[in-house]
């Protein structure tokens, strides 16, 4: 199966900008999803981007997706506090339906 | 508000005892699924069923079942055989095409009395 692979800890100010980085193996993956999950609660779908596109942004938040490196990264600008939280990364492989998580980044946000 | 509902937030569970944990969603989407989330591992899928009546087994399948007989509903039976079931569970569901994302509901944590 899919590989994805996440760093474990990022710790920022409030203020900065983050950047979560997240790699998969499968070339074929068709749409990459960014979740987030505060404690004790499900998931929340955040964004996603389709394989073609290069970059999405939503408001504070930047995807930029390298096909070639098979890598992917979510730009927070202006992290808040509110912020912190475990944040996925997921690839859909173009064989099936059924999502390959990263085992998340967790996020601290600092005053 | 449509959404996906699981309950209970919370189950205990009896050695040798079976539990249910349920999920609905009124999103009207076809599919749904159900991962397992153990600290530091991020999520495995258990089962996922793309259509009423049908299910398949996902990565760690062993020691739970399911049943699909409504769109709405996608219950999962933690058995006996399942020797290590605390863990938290996240019930999701996705509309039909690849480019419909999963939503997921708030889990429900599971624990050993």
């Known amino acids: 199966g899919e590989d994805v692979e996440q760093s474990l800890f990022l710790s920022v100010r409030e203020g900065d900008s983050s950047v979560i980085n997240c790699t998969y193996t499968d070339s074929s993956s068709t749409y990459l999803y960014w979740y987030k999950q505060e404690p004790g609660a499900g998931l929340q779908l955040l964004t996603y981007?389709?394989?073609?596109?290069d970059m999405k942004q939503d408001q504070r938040l930047t995807v930029l997706l390298n096909k070639k490196d098979k890598h992917l990264s979510l730009r927070i600008a202006d992290t808040q506090t509110g912020d912190s939280a475990i944040y996925f990364c997921?690839?859909?492989?173009?064989?099936?339906?059924?999502?390959?998580f990263g085992k998340g980044t967790s996020l601290l946000v600092t005053p | 508000d449509g959404g996906i509902t699981q309950s209970p937030k919370y189950l205990f569970r009896k050695e040798g005892q079976n539990v249910t944990l349920s999920c609905e969603q009124n999103l009207n989407h076809d599919a749904m699924y159900w991962y397992r989330q153990d600290p530091g591992q991020g999520l495995r899928l258990i089962y996922y069923?793309?259509?009423?009546?049908?299910?398949q087994k996902g990565d760690i399948a062993e020691g739970y079942s399911v049943s699909r007989e409504k769109k709405e509903s996608f219950p999962l039976t933690v058995t006996s055989a399942q020797k290590n079931p605390t863990a938290f569970y996240l019930c999701a569901s996705g509309g039909q095409g690849v480019n419909q994302p999963q939503h997921f509901g708030d889990g429900t944590r599971l624990s050993i009395l």
């Open positions: 981007i389709f394989s073609n596109m």
């Open positions: 069923s793309q259509i009423v009546n049908d299910f």
């Open positions: 997921a690839a859909l492989p173009n064989s099936g339906y059924a999502l390959n």
